[in-house]
């Protein structure tokens, strides 16, 4: 699967704990567990859940193959199945939870199945989401994510009216003269005044990286 960069902006941009564990919901090929390994603590573990079987075994080998092996979980199951599980990991009270959930709820179904799963939101509803992380999160815990600016809203409106908060909230827009393309937000559970981070633009007029994305992203760039 490749790595897009919504991924990487949210993997770059989400608040991380300095004690406690992690959870990536919807991990894909796992890049977003990985960028939570290397921001954390040696001490810190990040279970990943995946619903594909393929994308699950690229999770697995990718984590297996980076220097945070020990630390990271891939686990294969419908996140909306897993507060229930045997497993019992919904005691653990997440400190982080970072979710690039898919979000077409109207467009066509796509023939790919991965493609599918990947894009749209018949299997990861929103409602479904925010109450499966209500329960996994942590009293104090923070629930990121990363949506199309019109999906962002509607998820936001659904999340105000379950006792979530939001507690950061930054716009971004892919080039100066596209419209806002994407939401990063961050939720939890207790009252705290919202932090309103300024615009964030990928790409300058001439179509290289802008000054913020680099800054954002220079710690998982080897060349950049």
Same mark, same amino acid.
């Given at each position: 699967m490749k790595v897009?960069? %919504?991924?990487l902006l949210l993997g770059a941009w989400s608040s991380v704990p300095t004690? +406690? %564990? &992690?959870? %990536?919901?919807? &991990? +894909? $090929? +796992?890049? @977003?567990s990985l960028m @939570?390994?290397?921001r954390t +603590? *040696? $001490?810190?573990l990040v279970d990943a859940v995946e619903l594909d079987t393929a994308a699950a075994a690229e999770a697995r080998q990718n984590a297996a193959a980076s220097p945070w092996s020990n630390r990271i979980r891939v686990i294969e199951r419908d996140i909306l199945t897993y507060p229930g $599980?045997? %497993?019992h990991l919904a005691a653990r009270g997440y400190q982080q939870i970072l979710s690039n959930p898919p979000y077409f709820t109207a467009a066509l179904t796509n023939p790919d199945r991965q493609k599918q799963l990947a894009r749209h939101n018949d299997q990861l509803p929103f409602a479904g989401l925010l109450q499966t992380a209500a329960t996994l999160l942590a009293a104090?815990? =923070?629930f990121s994510l990363i949506l *199309?600016?019109?999906e962002a809203d509607r998820l936001l409106a659904l999340a105000l009216r379950t006792d979530w908060y939001l507690l950061r909230v930054q716009q971004v827009r892919s080039q100066p003269d596209k419209a806002l393309s994407r939401t990063l937000l961050e939720l939890g559970r207790q009252p705290m005044a919202t932090e309103h981070l300024p615009e964030l @633009?990928? =790409?300058d007029q001439q179509g290289q990286y802008s000054p913020a994305y680099r800054q954002l992203l220079a710690d998982f760039y080897l060349n950049f």
């Open positions: 897009g960069t %919504d991924a004690t +406690g %564990d &992690c959870l %990536d919901i919807g &991990c +894909g $090929s +796992g890049v @977003l @939570l390994a290397q +603590g *040696p $001490s810190q $599980s045997a %497993d104090q815990g =923070r *199309p600016t019109e @633009l990928i =790409r």
